[in-house]
């Protein structure tokens, strides 16, 4: 059973800063690509970033040059790091992997962005 567990997320004022992290079980961590999505209120799960296996990185525009994912294989965890956030950055964020014929998400953690 794979299992993703996100943590780090809360209540930061605009401008300031989150580390995020999962932590993966269950799968052969340093093989796999992993990503990060988020879902606002009223909206869509929308994708933020990527991580392959060699540690390529791949990010959505809207977070480009603010939001940095990385791996440490040794600890099998996934962190976003986020900085300069936004009221609109606001939502549910979930770490996601493929894997065994189908996609497997943490519980997600919220990020709350206001002043």
């Known amino acids: 059973q794979v299992q993703l567990v996100e943590s780090g997320g809360g209540l930061v004022q605009p401008g300031g800063s989150l580390r995020l992290s999962c932590k993966a079980t269950g799968i052969n961590f340093s093989i796999f690509s992993f990503y990060w999505h988020r879902q606002a209120p009223g909206k869509q799960r929308e994708f933020m970033a990527l991580?392959?296996?060699?540690?390529?990185?791949n990010y959505t525009d809207s977070v480009k040059g603010r939001f940095t994912i990385s791996r440490d294989n040794a600890r099998r965890t996934v962190h976003l790091q986020m900085n300069s956030l936004k009221p609109e950055d606001t939502a549910v964020y979930y770490c996601?992997?493929?894997?065994?014929?189908?996609?497997?998400w943490g519980q997600g953690t919220q990020v709350t962005v206001s002043s």
């Open positions: 991580i392959t296996s060699p540690g390529s990185t």
């Open positions: 996601g992997v493929s894997a065994r014929g189908r996609e497997w």
